[in-house]
């Protein structure tokens, strides 16, 4: 079974603070992704990779960036946090580029809260 | 591009009750599509899976699909509700022909079982 880990479940954070959200795959899985969780809104793509050094920008990238220097792990920078980043961050990995119809698998979440 | 509509946020059922989500998709290429469900205080889950044949597709816990193209339509059902399925379900697309493997997600809905 394909293993997701994000390394915090909870974080608390100050206004301006850079925070680091570490996630690893352990399925050799070529893409990965970043969703933020808020209520109604579903999850929002943030950022996402395909391959090691590659990164793409999802549909709300402004305020993040992300990192991706060996192939099982991808983590999740917010540069100056910000109140309104308040939320459930979701790592995800999917088996490569041109496998389309394989599904996602997912971390259990970091909640993060901006103070 | 494409898009999901899941109707209604919240769905209540008494248990041993049909259960019926919905979801509609628009996409601009054939779609791969996908239910998820997410338990309280985890990641999503894969619940099951459209991508291509039988438009009947069953999923685990005794939950199925059917993809309707003329409707453009990806409905969840179970025949019997059960105290364990409640929880949070979000409906999903991918672009068949499209990059990544980029899944673009409805908002969810809560499925609340009574006894």
């Known amino acids: 079974d394909v293993k997701v880990t994000q390394s915090s479940r909870y974080l608390v954070k100050r206004t301006g603070e850079k925070v680091f959200l570490e996630c690893v795959q352990d399925?050799?899985?070529?893409?990965m992704f970043w969703y933020r969780q808020d209520p109604g809104l579903g999850l929002r793509l943030i950022y996402f990779?395909?391959?090691?050094?590659?990164?793409e920008k999802g549909d709300i990238p402004e305020g993040y960036s992300v990192s991706r220097e060996k192939k099982e792990r991808f983590s999740l920078i917010l540069e100056s946090a910000s109140t309104n980043q308040t939320s459930m961050y979701l790592c995800?990995?999917?088996?490569?580029?041109?496998?389309?119809?394989?599904?996602?698998?997912f971390g259990n979440g970091t909640r993060l809260t901006v103070t | 591009a494409q898009s999901v509509t899941q109707l209604g946020s919240h769905v209540s059922v008494s248990e041993g009750a049909l259960v019926l989500l919905r979801c509609n998709y628009s996409?601009?290429?054939?779609?791969?599509l996908f239910w998820y469900v997410q338990y309280p205080n985890q990641g999503l889950q894969l619940l099951l899976k459209?991508?291509?044949?039988?438009?009947l597709v069953k999923g685990i816990n005794g939950f199925e699909a059917e993809f309707k193209k003329s409707e453009t339509s990806f409905h969840l059902t179970k025949p019997s509700a059960h105290m364990s399925d409640a929880a949070e379900y979000f409906c999903?697309?991918?672009?068949?022909?499209?990059?990544?493997?980029?899944?673009?997600f409805g908002d969810g809905t809560t499925l609340t079982v009574k006894p």
């Open positions: 399925m050799d899985h070529e893409n």
């Open positions: 990779s395909y391959d090691v050094k590659m990164k």
């Open positions: 995800a990995s999917s088996l490569s580029r041109q496998s389309n119809n394989s599904p996602l698998h």
């Open positions: 996409s601009s290429v054939p779609p791969y």
């Open positions: 999903a697309v991918t672009g068949s022909w499209t990059n990544a493997g980029k899944s673009t």
């Open positions: 459209y991508t291509t044949g039988a438009t």
